[in-house]
Structure formats: structure tokens, C-alpha cells
Nanobody, 119 residues
Framework: QVQLVESGGGLVQAGGSLTLSCAASGSINRVIYMGWYRQVLGKQRELVATITTSGSTNYADSVKGRFTISRDHAKNTVSLQMNSLKPEDTSVYYC?????????????WGQGTQVTVSS
């Protein structure tokens, strides 16, 4: 089992910055991917950014050049630095961890943190 707790959401003006953090605990040694997704009410959850244990990253086209994902293995945290925020970035952001098990990949989610960008 992996437990994820997010922090750092809030209200910011367009053009501003926020940093989201996610603290992971539990079966950390079996986590192969961590990342951030976001979801607006009534829409599908979408990928924002992911990072592997080796540090390889992947970003949604809509956030490339503005968001940076990073992982601190010593602290078991993953962070999302969000710059040049736009109103369309307003969403609930969820931390994700994928654990490799004998039966395949098990996906975990945090409780979500609201990010609101005002115009």
C-alpha cells in the first residue's frame, strides 16, 4: 500500500506561480512512477506530468515549459512547480503513484488539492 498526501494548492492570479507537494509513505520501494493529474468537474482526469525513479519526465503539451516535476527520493516527495499559470489551469490536482506488484501495476491517488487561477 502507498499513501499520498498533497499540499500547496490555493488561489493565484494569472501569471503567478504555485508549488504542489506530495508526500508518499508505505511501499515506496515498489513505486515506479509518480506524477500529477488534474480534473475539472464533469471532465476526465488528465495527465499533467510524470516522473520515473530514474528521473525521466513526461509533460502534457499544455504545461510544457511552464511546469516542472521533481522527485526527492530521500524525503519520498514529488513536487510540481507551476509557473506562468493560466485560468485554464484551474482544477483539482491529484498526486499519483504507480506501484509494481506481482499482479501488475497498482495505481494510487492522493485526496486532491484545488488550484484556482484568477484572470
Amino acid at each position: 500500500q502507498v499513501q499520498l498526501v498533497e499540499s500547496g494548492g490555493g488561489l493565484v492570479q494569472a501569471g503567478g506561480s504555485l508549488t504542489l507537494s506530495c508526500a508518499a509513505s508505505g511501499s515506496i520501494n515498489r513505486v515506479i512512477y509518480m506524477g500529477w493529474y488534474r480534473q475539472v468537474l464533469g471532465k476526465q482526469r488528465e495527465l499533467v506530468a510524470t516522473i520515473t525513479t530514474s528521473g525521466s519526465t513526461n509533460y502534457a503539451d499544455s504545461v510544457k515549459g511552464r511546469f516542472t516535476i521533481s522527485r526527492d527520493h530521500a524525503k519520498n516527495t514529488v513536487s510540481l512547480q507551476m509557473n506562468s499559470l493560466k485560468p485554464e489551469d484551474t482544477s483539482v490536482y491529484y498526486c499519483n503513484a504507480d506501484e509494481a506488484t506481482a499482479l501488475g501495476i497498482r495505481r494510487y491517488w492522493g485526496q486532491g488539492t484545488q488550484v484556482t487561477v484568477s484572470s
